[in-house]
């Protein structure tokens, strides 16, 4: 089956640095990506990840091991309008189509 | 990013009748089309996947004759929801694909359906 976990809250404090897990098991792989979504707005790309290791963009760094199914996504120095939920998914083939988590809610407090 | 545009981004409906949303790639021509909908404070699930010219292709569960997809042309896809009811309501979301850009998934700003 098709299985993706993440923690479903998390509390942070402003200009800390906090860490989403997020573990897979899939039928295949072909790249796992983050996205940040807002309440009521739809989810926005955060990062791509296909290969092993640590892409960073800005505050966002994203990981990948794919012998153990598990990436996270790092945000540094935490800002009040990080407060959202974080959704891991996977991509199971090449035919483009996404499998999500259930979703972070992650509360940045001052 | 890509510019990707919904509308109605937000529809209030009595149950029974049928709305259209639509999905255009401002900027790009989309060979793929995928629908999600998202349920309040749950994940998205994908609905279907439709590729331009041809019949779409619906994920187990999703009635096919209740969700009419239409992927006519390279920048423009519509999903019609049929005989709406309350169960319905809920974000849908497109995400529209080119042959290229399988690493770059852009959603669709969403269209918020609630049927009464």
């Known amino acids: 089956g098709q299985n993706i976990d993440q923690p479903t809250e998390m509390t942070a404090t402003e200009g800390a640095i906090v860490q989403i897990n997020c573990t897979y098991q899939?039928?295949?792989?072909?790249?796992l990506f983050w996205y940040q979504q807002h309440a009521g707005e739809a989810p926005t790309f955060l990062s791509y990840?296909?290969?092993?290791g640590l892409e960073e963009k800005g505050r966002f760094s994203s990981f990948l091991s794919r012998s153990k199914g598990y990436s996270y996504l790092l945000l540094k120095e935490l800002q009040m309008k990080d407060s959202a939920s974080y959704l891991c998914a996977v991509g199971p083939g090449n035919t483009g189509k996404l499998i999500f988590g259930q979703g972070t809610t992650l509360q940045v407090k001052p | 990013g890509a510019v990707v545009s919904q509308h109605p981004s937000r529809v209030i409906c009595k149950s029974g009748t049928s709305v259209k949303i639509e999905c255009r790639s401002l900027d790009f021509q989309a060979t793929t089309m995928f629908w999600y909908r998202q349920f309040p404070k749950k994940s998205l699930m994908l609905m279907a996947t439709?590729?331009?010219?041809?019949?779409?292709?619906?994920e187990q569960g999703v009635e096919k004759d209740k969700f009419l997809i239409n992927h006519a042309s390279l920048t423009l896809s519509t999903l019609t929801v049929t005989s709406a009811h309350p169960e319905d309501s809920s974000f849908y979301i497109c995400?529209?694909?080119?042959?290229?850009?399988?690493?770059?998934?852009?959603f669709g700003p969403g269209t918020r359906l609630t049927v009464l």
């Open positions: 899939t039928s295949g792989f072909n790249g």
């Open positions: 439709s590729n331009e010219g041809s019949k779409a292709t619906y």
């Open positions: 990840n296909v290969l092993d």
């Open positions: 995400v529209p694909q080119s042959r290229e850009g399988y690493n770059e998934q852009f």
